[in-house]
């Protein structure tokens, strides 16, 4: 069991967490696989990354991986304080996503690389 402190309006609680069902060597070995809305593990495409240019989740994936692209044609619709934003190709070429709609990213992930 985990004890943890947690604070709501101003007052604290001591709540106590205890894991039931699997090992936690199982666990680690659960978060090795992707599920959907996470990020992908790294890419292993050689090209132009595209980065996240702030914090927020993947709304929508415009083009099919793989699909090829133009310079500044949309490809991610990143929503970010509820507002939707259009992210664009930095150049031609073939896409490859790291990302599946619904996953969080930070500032500066690799949304995808474009080669």
Same mark, same amino acid.
């Given at each position: 069991?985990?004890?943890?402190?947690?604070?709501?309006?101003?007052?604290?609680?001591?709540?106590?967490?205890?894991?039931?069902?699997?090992?936690?060597?199982?666990?680690?070995?659960?978060?090795?696989? !992707?599920?959907? /809305?996470?990020? *992908?593990?790294? @890419?292993? &495409?050689? $090209?132009?990354? #595209?980065?996240? !240019?702030?914090? /927020?989740?993947? *709304?929508?994936? @415009?083009? &099919?991986? $793989?699909?090829? #692209?133009?310079?500044?044609?949309?490809?991610?619709?990143?929503?970010?304080?509820?507002?939707?934003?259009?992210?664009?190709?930095?150049?031609?070429?073939?896409?490859?996503?790291?990302?599946?709609?619904?996953?969080?990213?930070?500032?500066?992930?690799?949304?995808?690389?474009?080669?």
């Amino acid at each position: 069991m985990r004890n943890f402190i947690v604070t709501i309006d101003g007052k604290s609680y001591s709540v106590g967490v205890e894991e039931v069902g699997e090992s936690e060597n199982e666990n680690r070995d659960m978060r090795k696989t !992707p599920v959907a /809305g996470e990020a *992908k593990p790294k @890419l292993s &495409a050689v $090209g132009q990354n #595209v980065l996240s !240019p702030f914090p /927020g989740i993947i *709304k929508n994936l @415009l083009v &099919a991986d $793989g699909s090829v #692209v133009k310079k500044d044609q949309a490809i991610i619709v990143l929503e970010a304080m509820k507002m939707d934003n259009e992210i664009t190709a930095p150049c031609g070429g073939k896409v490859t996503f790291g990302v599946s709609k619904g996953a969080n990213v930070e500032t500066n992930a690799v949304l995808a690389v474009i080669g």
